[in-house]
């Protein structure tokens, strides 16, 4: 009866591991910003402006991870829109959850002189030095490993200052028996967020928005 339900079992994640298997693209969806368990919104009196990220991995804008099976057949898992889109959304959740008002700033070089933030207690700009999930499929065995990092700049809008530089970094490993789009995207949604909360947790930032 065990050898049974044994060959059932590996019969089942076979099949897993043989559905949506073509070449090619493959769209992962709900990648988003995750809000800590017992985040208060505040009633913070600030404005912050967020310019778009800048992509600076040397992808694809619209790939973020790859999922191998059993080593023969590759899929590039794909953004609907651009990785920058994702992560400024991202940073907007983080803050829009806090009690914060976010603004949309026009795109930002980074640098102390061109500072525009009319209207907007704080600038935020940043690049994307790393965002991607490595996902390798085979039998009962799904190793998931995701990565983000950021380097992110907080201007003073008053002042025209950059008052802030951080670089953001986040990492999730994970095994499981059976591969799932939820997992993975899961997985790069924990990482995404834990970087981004890393800026709210920062005890300058938080100096700036009481």
């Known amino acids: 009866m065990k050898k049974n339900l044994c060959i059932v079992v590996l019969a089942v994640a076979l099949l897993s591991l043989s559905a949506c298997a073509e070449k090619g693209p493959v769209l992962l ?3 988003k910003y995750q809000v800590p368990e017992g985040t208060v919104t505040g009633t913070a009196n600030v404005v912050v ?15 973020l991870g790859k999922r191998t099976i059993r080593d023969s057949i590759e899929n590039d898992l794909v953004v609907q829109g651009t990785v920058a889109d994702l992560v400024t959304a991202g940073l907007k959740d983080a803050l829009k959850a806090r009690g914060v008002t976010v603004k949309d700033a026009p ?5 102390a002189e061109t500072i525009k933030a009319d209207g907007m ?16 499929s085979q039998p009962l065995n799904v190793k998931t490993s995701a990565a983000v ?3 992110v700049f907080a201007a003073d809008g008053a002042e025209k200052k950059i008052f802030r530089t951080l670089v953001l970094n986040s990492k999730v490993e994970r095994q499981d028996v059976a591969f799932s789009f939820d997992t993975t995207a899961g997985a790069l949604s924990e990482t995404l967020s834990s970087a981004l909360n890393q800026l709210l947790k920062d005890d300058e930032f938080k100096k700036k928005i009481p």
């Open 29 to 31: 969806e709900g990648v």
């Open 49 to 63: 402006g967020v310019s778009p990220f800048k992509d600076e991995r040397g992808k694809t804008t619209s790939i």
């Open 121 to 136: 207690n704080i600038l935020i700009g940043g690049e994307i030095k790393t965002l991607w999930v490595d996902v390798v």
């Open 149 to 151: 990092q950021l380097r």
């Open 107 to 111: 795109a930002w070089d980074l640098s």
